[in-house]
């Protein structure tokens, strides 16, 4: 199995290097399949607006809400993640070279969200690759065991990781 999650200490910054691996896999040739999330930094200064690009092309959801300057807690717009669980969901074959999930968040680590999705590559023999955070570390490794490997937040670890899982993929021997 193929599965690796990388965390980067920044806010924002494990989305960032996600989203800039998957434009250069795709400009590559690779067939991916899941999210990359887009934040927008908000004129008001309020909380950024979180967007998920569905891979390879679109389109972009918003997968928060706007809950107003003073709101505290979780802005996730649950229906809005769902919708973009079903459109990767729909896309998710054996044809797929890469399956990228931003984040492995609360949702799937309460056996919500994309954790069907992550169980269905993994089925499939498709590499997996996750954002996480430290909030939710420990959920994720009761649900990928031992088999995940941890990878550096480092563009460059990550595709070397994903051509080796690729190359495997192609040619399981």
Not at 70 to 87: F, I, K, Q, S, Y
Request: charged share 25%.
């Amino acid at each position: 199995m193929k599965l690796a999650y990388t965390m980067a200490p920044g806010r924002g910054d494990t989305d960032l290097i996600l989203a800039d691996l998957a434009s250069d896999l795709i400009a590559q040739g690779l067939r991916l399949c899941g999210t990359v999330q887009i934040n927008t930094e908000r004129p008001d200064a309020g909380p950024c607006d979180m967007d998920v690009r569905i891979l390879p092309d679109g389109p972009i959801l918003r997968i928060s809400q706007n809950l107003g300057p003073n709101a505290r807690g979780c802005r996730l717009d649950p229906e809005a993640l769902e919708t973009a669980v079903a459109r990767v969901a729909a896309q998710l074959d054996e044809r797929i070279d890469l399956l990228i999930i931003n984040k492995f968040g609360k949702h799937e680590a309460e056996g919500r969200g994309f954790r069907d999705v992550l169980a269905q590559a993994v089925e499939l023999d498709i590499p997996v690759l996750v954002g996480l955070n430290s909030l939710n570390q420990t959920a994720f490794e009761r649900f990928a065991g031992s088999l995940a490997t941890q990878l550096p937040p480092d563009q460059e670890a990550l595709a070397q990781w994903t051509r080796n899982a690729v190359s495997m993929a192609a040619d399981p021997a």
